[in-house]
């Protein structure tokens, strides 16, 4: 006898496992990101970095994401802070945080 294989046999059955299941949705469907800041204004490029990959990499993507400040980090989410930080390839740090909040991604401190 034969073993069972959809391929040959020609049928087509429903996934059946969770695993299964999450395997036939479509990959942005499950990619969920969280990003950790912890560096501040001492190094300015550092501290851009998560925010740059949030706000031009998964948004763009169209991926769930959202943002942790810990530590040192903290600091940028003060205006004037915000406003005067800019890594060296990277847009200001007040325009990634204006890009994450025009698209809703949540900013943890």
Not at 25 to 33: E, F, Q
Request: hydrophobic content about 45%; glycine content about 8%; aromatic content about 4%.
């Amino acid at each position: 006898m034969t073993p069972w294989h959809p391929l040959v046999t020609g049928a087509v059955r429903e996934p059946h496992t969770p695993l299964a299941r999450l395997r036939s949705r479509p990959y942005a469907d499950l990619v969920k990101i969280l990003y950790l800041a912890i560096t501040g204004a001492s190094d300015p490029t550092r501290a851009s970095i998560p925010l740059h990959i949030a706000a031009n990499g998964s948004v763009e993507a169209g991926q769930e994401c959202a943002v942790v400040l810990a530590g040192d980090a903290t600091e940028l989410v003060l205006r004037g802070t915000a406003e005067r930080v800019e890594g060296v390839g990277v847009p200001p740090v007040k325009e990634l945080f204006q890009k994450l909040l025009d698209h809703q991604v949540p900013v943890y401190v």
